[in-house]
């Protein structure tokens, strides 16, 4: 019977370290100083729904980069939410239009993968509010 209780408390366990450990899923921010990142919104303030959100990438002296791949990860703060997501490989002047859908208001972290041409890559995150109306 200890043998069987045993066993289940090491099953129970792993299975909350492995299920409470969300940010082991997210990438990893990794900021390339050779590239600018921002991120604007055409709908200010963030509100709950499909918005646009224009990612603008610059290399180190300012000038705009072009034909890269912009791939968009949001998530809540909080555990138990479905990442929103969204990607876009056409932009003009270093600026990239991606349509993107915040499920609900709330805290929320936004990573934005840029992929160069040359294959390298780069991700930034960035904090933002939500209005739930």
Known sequence: MRKIALVLLLCATAILATGCDR??????AT???GIQITVE???EPQRVGEVTLVVTVRDAAGAPIEDAKIDLRGDMSHAGMTPSLGSVEDGQDGRYSVP????MGGDWFLDVTVTLPDGR???RRFDLTVNAS
Not at 23 to 28: N, W
Not at 100 to 103: E, I, L, M, P
């Open 121 to 123: 890559s780069t991700t």
């Open 100 to 103: 993107f859908n915040w499920t």
């Open 31 to 33: 900021p390339d100083p």
């Open 41 to 43: 919104s055409l709908n």
């Open 23 to 28: 940010q082991s899923a997210q990438p990893t």
